[in-house]
Nanobody, 113 residues
């Protein structure tokens, strides 16, 4: 069974940091590019970051460039999203995805004082 499970969300103050993790199972993780998306209340889901199958290529939404870093550890079937200098507008449910077809259930990030 193909599965993606996110963790690491929570409440953080503006300027703080969080690291999200997504553990994959049921497929050959190292063969697939992975992405993080987010969906804020009342907004459409947007692509936040992308990483190629071996991690050599990464891309980011303009809104998070320089603050977020996507990485992966293929030996652990895990993709990460390190989020620094968080802003209230980063508040959203964050989803891990494979090819925009396979999705996790999401983890909520709330940035508030």
């Amino acid at each position: 069974q193909v599965k993606l499970v996110e963790s690491g969300g929570g409440l953080v103050q503006p300027g703080g940091s969080l690291r999200l993790s997504c553990v994959a199972s049921g497929f050959t993780f190292s063969s697939y590019a992975m992405s993080w998306y987010r969906q804020a209340p009342g907004a459409e889901r947007e692509l936040v970051a992308f990483i190629s199958s071996v991690g050599g290529t990464t891309t980011y939404a303009d809104s998070v460039k320089g603050r977020f870093t996507i990485s992966r550890e293929n030996a652990r079937n895990t993709v990460y999203l390190q989020m620094n200098s968080l802003k209230p507008e980063d508040t959203a449910v964050y989803y891990c995805a494979r090819g925009g077809v396979i999705w996790g259930k999401g983890t909520l990030v709330t940035v508030s004082s």
